[in-house]
């Protein structure tokens, strides 16, 4: 059974520019979730999807959104980008809710 | 404060010891994550916990709803145990989970 997979693995922006981030959650799950990861602030939830539907959101700017499709791949979305939003972006998928999550392994943005 | 407090932050150990890492949160849950981070980034999970204790190898995760408290005990550690554990809660009727900061464990040989 293929994993989590996100696409880029790495990235380099710079301010000003946008971002779309990709994850295929793992076959059958239903529902993906997007974490930011700094040094400063460690993990942060960024926001949820469950059948297309965003069910939660993180306190994160506008600037920052997402979508999920028909065939529960998932985008994220980063418009106007600044240096602090340099981080290593983690989808996760899960077959239910509060299910166990299955981590993909990042995508590393870089703003310049 | 922050609503998941984890200890001890860095933590080194010789091969063979028993770790234990502790994590306490201040938020009514509805299920507790012990997530396994190597350098690179990957993130495995490797418990989820609402009550009781659970084993998985040389891992065990207990967790005291009561006291708002969980541990992840690692029995005879080895040195592909180094990494950074978190833990990470699910507050009631809500799917936003919130990651304590993290324990950076190194096991020597």
């Known amino acids: 059974k293929a994993g989590v997979t996100q696409t880029p693995r790495y990235l380099i922006k710079t301010r000003g520019q946008q971002v779309t981030l990709s994850c295929s959650p793992i076959s059958g799950h239903r529902s993906v979730s997007w974490y930011q990861q700094t040094p400063g602030q460690g993990l942060q939830f960024l926001f949820e999807y469950f059948s297309e539907t965003q069910r939660n959101k993180g306190n994160f700017p506008g600037r920052f959104s997402g979508r999920q499709f028909s065939n529960s791949r998932s985008e994220m979305n980063v418009s106007t980008l600044e240096l602090g939003d340099s981080a290593l972006y983690l989808c996760?998928?899960?077959?239910?809710?509060?299910?166990?999550?299955?981590f993909g392994e990042g995508s590393r943005l870089t703003v310049l | 404060k922050n609503e998941v407090e984890q200890s001890p932050q860095n933590l080194t150990a010789q091969e063979g010891e028993f770790i234990t890492i502790n994590c306490s949160y201040s938020?009514?849950?509805?299920?507790l994550h012990w997530l396994q981070q190597h350098p690179g980034g990957g993130i495995v999970s490797l418990f989820m916990l609402s009550s009781g204790k659970k084993k998985h190898g040389r891992l065990i995760a207990t967790i005291n709803i009561q006291e708002k408290h969980s541990s992840l005990h690692i029995t005879a550690s080895h040195p592909r145990d180094s990494a950074v554990y978190i833990c990470a809660v699910y507050p009631y009727n809500t799917d936003k989970l919130i990651f304590g900061t993290g324990t950076r464990l190194q096991v020597f040989p």
């Open positions: 938020v009514g849950i509805s299920a």
């Open positions: 996760a998928s899960t077959a239910g809710e509060a299910g166990e999550l299955f």
